[in-house]
């Protein structure tokens, strides 16, 4: 089966550039779709079909999609943006839709 | 403003079953699948099920494939997922989720509710 492959934690001191990547064999010919979870809410989707951004969503949060890796880019880190981090993509051969392990973002 | 409140967690024993309804609010209901992912502690999303706008097509991932089974009821705006020969590893936090528009599989989980808390324990 399709796996994504995420590192599981990544840091950044406020206003630096926070890059979390999600790995997948082929990942550029997929659509991916990124998460951001706090504990005690609901998920929220940040980035859609690789770089589409929902009404609501900063540009600072961007993403993008080529050969085996996509990544999640955000600039200007806040305190606000501590979370975790999760890729998605639908495996067309099993028509399942599939979740990276998560990444935790640490504000410093 | 798209809302969804889940309802039905609880303490069940292994072997046992519940029934997660979802009610959903703000968007028509019976135009968009709907999907339930769920949480374990410590642990990451995991994909359990979805539904189509009819209700006649539905995916289940192999984890839960013969024990859960997903529905709903366009008239009153509510998803279920009923769950059954429940395990340990089934104790997570569930999602219900608005799918965005768009063929298959491929489209994006747009919309989340608060989740909630199904335990399963002796």
């Known amino acids: 089966s399709y796996v994504l492959t995420q590192p599981p934690s990544v840091s950044a001191a406020p206003g630096e550039t926070a890059r979390i990547s999600c790995g997948g064999s082929d990942i550029g010919s997929k659509s991916v779709h990124w998460y951001q979870h706090k504990p005690g809410q609901a998920p929220i989707l940040v980035v859609y079909?690789?770089?589409d951004r929902p009404s609501g969503i900063p540009e600072r949060i961007s993403g993008s999609n080529s050969g085996d890796t996509a990544t999640l880019t955000i600039t200007g880190v806040e305190a606000g943006d501590e979370a975790d981090y999760f890729c998605q993509v639908w495996d067309r051969n099993t028509d399942y839709r599939i979740f990276g392990g998560g990444t935790k973002l640490t504000v410093l | 403003e798209v809302q969804m409140s889940e309802s039905g967690g609880g303490l069940v024993q292994p072997g046992g079953s519940l029934r997660l309804s979802c009610e959903a609010s703000g968007f028509t209901f019976s135009s968009y699948a709907m999907t339930w992912v769920r949480r374990s502690p410590g642990r990451g999303l995991e994909w359990v099920s979805t539904?189509?706008?009819?209700?006649?097509?539905?995916n289940y991932a192999d984890s839960v494939k013969g024990r859960f089974s997903v529905s709903r009821d366009n008239s009153k705006n509510t998803l279920y997922l009923q769950m059954g020969s429940l395990r340990a590893e089934d104790t997570a936090v569930y999602y219900c989720v608005k799918d965005k528009v768009g063929q298959q599989l491929v489209r994006p989980l747009e919309y989340w509710g608060q989740g909630t808390l199904v335990t399963v324990s002796a």
């Open positions: 539904i189509s706008s009819n209700g006649g097509i539905t």
């Open positions: 079909y690789d770089n």
